[in-house]
Structures are given as structure tokens and as C-alpha cells.
């Protein structure tokens, strides 16, 4: 079915319940349809449909929403103490440097 192809299955579960009251007239373009046609959509929308659009709610709620705003400072965060532990490292280093420096200088 084309639903699939154009991922437009919202939209036409929505005319389907108007097709329940159309009685065979499509709600969107308002020419008759065909039992088979009505049947194809109906059965597309079967109690599998409804079981997976459940399953994906379930999902969503155990899906975090980002603040990106936060999780921009926590990035700035971390990058100024990265810097600080490098500065730091280069301190201890240069520190170490100049002490074999003076211990050689003293052999």
C-alpha cells in the first residue's frame, strides 16, 4: 500500500473513522471508494497497527528529552577543566623539568 511508501498512516487513520461515517465516500477527496479499497485501509489499521503505535508511546517515555541548553554548559564545563588539568599537567612537568634540571646540576 502506498501508506507505507509516503509514511502517511496518521493522516489516513484519521480518514478512516470519517470513512466509517461515509458511508464509501472518501473524506478527502469525496469520490466513492470501492469495498475492496475500504477493506485494504481498514486492515491496514488492524489490532497489529495499535499494538505497535502502543509499544512506540511506551518507548518514548523512556526516551530522555535533551536540554540543549544544559547539555551545552556541561560541554563548556568540561572543556574549561580539560584546559585547567592540562595547565596544571604543564606546571607539574615543568616543575619536574627544572628538578632533574637542579639535581643534575648538582651531581
Not at 488492524?46 to 530522555?64: F, M, Q, W
Not at 596544571?88 to 651531581?107: G, M, R, V, W
Request: with cysteine; charged share 35%; aromatic share 8%.
Amino acid at each position: 500500500m502506498k501508506i507505507h511508501k509516503l509514511d502517511n498512516s496518521d493522516w489516513v487513520k484519521d480518514g478512516v473513522n470519517y470513512l466509517q461515517q461515509t458511508e464509501n465516500i472518501c473524506p478527502f477527496c469525496q469520490q466513492s471508494i470501492s469495498k475492496d479499497l475500504r477493506e485494504q485501509i481498514e486492515s491496514f489499521f488492524d489490532e497489529t497497527y495499535e499494538n505497535k503505535k502502543k509499544e512506540l508511546a511506551v518507548i518514548g517515555r523512556d526516551i530522555p528529552i535533551l536540554d540543549f541548553k544544559e547539555l551545552k554548559a556541561k560541554i563548556e564545563l568540561l572543556k574549561n577543566t580539560y584546559k585547567n588539568n592540562l595547565s596544571e599537567l604543564e606546571k607539574d612537568n615543568n616543575s619536574t623539568f627544572e628538578n632533574i634540571k637542579t639535581e643534575k646540576n648538582l651531581l
